[in-house]
């Protein structure tokens, strides 16, 4: 067994029953429907362009659909406010309809962020650059309950009042506030406004400094509901050692970890000498046959690592289709849309390794059969009759499964 | 005007009174005793040899207190009681009396820290360490108070938890509690066996770490008197622009900062991809003519650039003589015992341009008089009569000074 499956794996005694009797020594299909844990993508794409009638769009649209549950939709201030009072709720509401009729989690993304925030805030003062953000986060915590009930609440805090390329909003309030009361405004915030969402603190800082950060904050009393890691990997896989360091590390507070904002490029490598990765401007940066088969190798094993730690609930990859952020070949989908090496290993991971497919089994004498599986939805189907089940949380459990009689 | 003297320089007005009457249009001598800030440097030489007798020891301590009015003694728990229950007390009261029977302000290093600390600890469970820490902080505190009222209570809390060079207690308990609780702990005991201590909080990391460590603490109530940076450039000289960023970042606390362990090497640098400087171990590292004058230039501007910011109180070189920590020529003196040209031209600062020398004045016919200089003591003497006085802070004050009548 490997340690993914020890880490993982719910195994159940189900009981099949109908009409309140066992229901013995039958053939039964079982089949995974849905993954508990969050595999997760941007879907930025989506916001603009809704794959209906677009040929293109719908190929994408499928292929998302089949590797992923998870959506991070872009709530950037910049873009999603440029004139103040004119926000993109409809546009964004229509995306995250879409995807939550097709039984995705959609999160948003960020509400507090230094970097593409409201250039307007420039214009206020300190005290209105609070209060702005305040309402803020009410105002699309509380327009998307319902659709949306997990955020990226705050991004890169570690960072964000020493941030010096350009002046904005946020690192100046920041800056007067300091770092704690600017999260424990935040979440204040958007706890208020929606108080059964999973709130998410959320960095690229993997050093001591983000370590130190969250122990302020929850020694400060703020609730986090899970804590974001991102890992661009622009400049080579960080390997598995590294990344179970990281693991161990962030784990000690017992609690979720997201691994928020992944990437790992099909193409040549960003130089290691570059700090800030939006320093590197290139032309152009393609994806190469062997950078292709380089990056399936690392995302098979990226994921792996990650799914062999228990604190791992979900991990989001950082845009499907190459070109996105910096141009980079980091993408599972090359930009004329076939799929690349990743894709297929992942899926191969997602919809296989770790998928039960319909399986067909028998029940025993007492109606009662042994499944295992990754937490996740279910389906047992015998002739026309179909119930659900949920694989709730890895380990041994017991299970009813209770079938229509008259299907059967 | 230098931006030192603007930062630095008390500009009273004298008045002069011999009897209750003003001591008009005489000739005065005014002429500064000591600095009230504290030029230090550790003292560890004297913990074993204090000069009675030895030449070559009596020569260094006439160069150290020359210079430096502030010492830094050892306390690392490791070497302060290697066994259990015997603690060097005696040793370290025997330094401590000698350097404050000399007018120097004393300050123990360190109360807590994971490196050469006490390799009993681990026999210990983690309650047992955690209680030990607490009384061997109680029991130093209280053994030195009125001669050591200033403690580097805690060293290096950012990778305390994480150092996993070797084994230790106090990581340990630090990777158990957190470390806000650990600095709670700490500092409570301190405080509690002292009230009247100055207590630092001590780290070589200069990134937003520390400032997120710092953020927390101060979140969580803990009282911090005075911030402790680390300043060993072994590697070589910061500048200007380096040191006066990080004096901006740690300036934000509102909170008096000591340059608590600096370092500038006279000889080669160490190669820059060293991480933890101890990993680096070569036979000899000597120093070099060329390494003198780049040493001495670049002492002379880190101490100015450090005098140039109100928030610095103290500034502390790492060990006056060649060959101490890591065998490095970080010295101010050879280890044949002759000062360097970083000595000479720091003394010109401290006891030069920093300084008041005797000079002779005249009171106007209000026995008033224009005294500008560093905030210290300072001795006015006219014929026989000798009075002192004290410039507190800088900017424009009124001092009065009473000499005795007989002797005038």
Same mark, same amino acid.
């Not at 791992?312 to 989908?333: C, K, N, Q, R, S």
């Given at each position: ?9 719910a195994?159940v005694t189900l009981t ?98 230094? +970097?593409? !925030? ?5 214009? &206020?003062?300190?005290? $209105? @650059? ?6 803020? =986060? ?121 691994? +928020?904002? !992944? ?5 040549? &490598?960003?130089?290691? $000498? @570059? ?6 401007? =290139? ?88 499944v ?6 279910y ?10 089940f949920r694989l709730e949380?890895?380990?041994?459990a017991a299970v009813e499964v ?7």
């Amino acid at each position: 067994m490997s340690s993914i499956e020890q880490v993982r794996s719910a195994d159940v005694t189900l009981t099949v029953t109908v009409g309140g009797q066992p229901l013995a020594e039958r053939e039964v299909t079982v089949a995974q429907r849905s993954h508990q844990f969050l595999f997760g993508c941007t879907a930025f794409e989506l916001v603009d362009g809704l794959p209906e009638g677009d040929e293109r769009q719908q190929r994408l649209a499928d292929l998302w659909l089949d590797l992923f549950n998870f959506a991070t939709l872009p709530f950037y201030w910049g873009r999603f406010e440029p004139v103040r009072g004119q926000p993109a709720t409809e546009r964004l509401r229509a995306a995250a309809r879409w995807l939550v009729d097709r039984g995705c989690v959609v999160k948003g993304h960020p509400l507090a962020w230094h +970097t593409v !925030t409201a250039d307007w805030l420039l214009e &206020l003062s300190n005290e $209105e @650059i609070a209060q702005a953000q305040v309402d803020r =986060i009410r105002r699309e915590v509380t327009d998307f309950a319902g659709l949306i009930d997990m955020w990226d609440v705050i991004n890169e805090v570690v960072i964000m009042p020493i941030f010096d390329k350009y002046d904005n909003g946020i690192t100046r309030i920041c800056r007067e506030l300091g770092r704690i009361p600017m999260v424990r405004m935040v979440f204040d915030a958007a706890r208020e406004a929606n108080p059964h969402a999973t709130l998410l603190l959320n960095d690229f800082d993997m050093s001591a400094a983000y370590e130190c950060l969250i122990e302020g904050v929850l020694e400060a009393g703020i609730r986090i509901d899970a804590l974001g890691l991102q890992s661009h990997m622009h400049q080579g896989y960080w390997g598995e050692e590294k990344t179970l360091s990281i693991l161990e590390r962030f784990s000690r507070y017992g609690l979720p970890i997201h691994f +928020t904002e !992944t990437t790992i490029v099909s193409g040549h &490598l960003m130089p290691p $000498e @570059i700090v800030d990765l939006n320093d590197y401007e =290139i032309d152009s940066w393609p994806t190469t046959p062997e950078g292709e088969e380089r990056q399936a190798d690392e995302v098979v094993r990226h994921y792996r690592t990650l799914l062999s730690h228990p604190s791992v609930e979900a991990i989001t990859y950082w845009g499907m289709v190459d070109g996105g952020w910096l141009g980079a070949p980091g993408g599972f989908v090359r930009t004329d849309g076939t799929p690349k090496p990743a894709y297929e290993e992942l899926h191969k991971l997602i919809k296989g390794e770790w998928w039960l497919a319909p399986t067909t089994m028998v029940t025993d004498a007492h109606g009662k059969l042994r499944v295992s599986g990754f937490p996740g939805e279910y389906d047992l189907t015998v002739g026309d009759a179909t119930a659900s089940f949920r694989l709730e949380a890895p380990g041994e459990a017991a299970v009813e499964v209770t079938l229509a009689p008259e299907a059967v």
